[in-house]
């Protein structure tokens, strides 16, 4: 938690360098220029080298897992689909492309009913990238100063009045959506999911070869990551059922 927390402070003073610098706007035309002239695996070195600098975009990502599906390598497109779809969950595009992508997939499940109150928290929190919920509450933060400068400098009894209410709201608000950045920040940096990446993979009962075999999955199935244990992962699939995989299997999303 606590280097979670370390973690998250980063986040915070990244807030205010968001824009792309130079050497990475030089690498993204070089791979959008490859990718038009078909050179697609070329193209994802270079979006290689932008994500390894530690700039993380949905456009990046979602241009990596089109220059994937064009080299036919439907996990590695899967992968990059779902993570462009973590940094703008309402994208048309995105989730366009991995319908279609999902149709190309070997494996079909049917999804368990889901608390309806856990799927819209979910969709909050999970609505935003944490860097917007970040902004979100220093713009309310800001109107929380605003409002108590008004309450403290303003004689008009009206005016100071709602220059505390609006302080109370702002604060309360900042503080909410200051949470929801954390918590967002947290699913993101800790994939709660992933993508198998290689064909045939038995699921076994027990986190050792010897476990018995459960069922089998296929390249590109995306999972749940229930538990850790050595070298293997418990994953769960989205109608419910569990088992284990060696985690070189999986690819965290």
Do not use: C
Request: hydrophobic fraction near 45%.
């Amino acid at each position: 938690m606590k280097r979670n927390f370390v973690s998250f402070i980063l986040l915070i003073v990244s807030v205010f360098m968001l824009e792309a610098s130079p050497e990475v706007d030089t690498l993204f035309n070089q791979a959008n220029k490859l990718y038009q002239q078909s050179e697609y695996e070329k193209a994802i070195g270079f979006y290689s080298k932008i994500d390894s600098l530690g700039y993380k975009s949905s456009e990046v990502y979602f241009n990596m897992a089109n220059s994937y599906f064009r080299s036919n390598k439907l996990g590695k497109a899967r992968l990059y689909y779902e993570r462009a779809l973590l940094i703008s969950p309402s994208d048309e595009e995105i989730n366009a492309n991995l319908e279609f992508l999902e149709s190309m997939l070997t494996d079909r499940f049917d999804m368990v009913p889901e608390f309806f109150i856990k799927t819209w928290l979910r969709k909050v929190i999970l609505g935003l990238h944490p860097d917007k919920w970040m902004i979100i509450s220093l713009i309310l933060f800001t109107l929380f100063l605003i409002g108590g400068l008004i309450y403290i400098f303003i004689k008009s009894i009206a005016i100071r009045r709602i220059g505390i209410l609006v302080a109370i709201v702002a604060f309360f608000l900042s503080t909410f959506s200051f949470g929801l950045s954390f918590i967002s920040y947290q699913k993101v940096s800790e994939p709660l999911t992933a993508v198998i990446m290689e064909g045939g993979q038995v699921v076994k009962s027990a986190p050792r070869q010897s476990g018995k075999e459960l069922f089998i999955l296929h390249l590109g199935s995306k999972v749940y990551i229930e538990n850790s244990i050595d070298t293997w992962k418990e994953i769960r699939i989205s109608d419910g059922r569990k088992g284990w995989v060696p985690a070189e299997s999986i690819e965290g999303i």
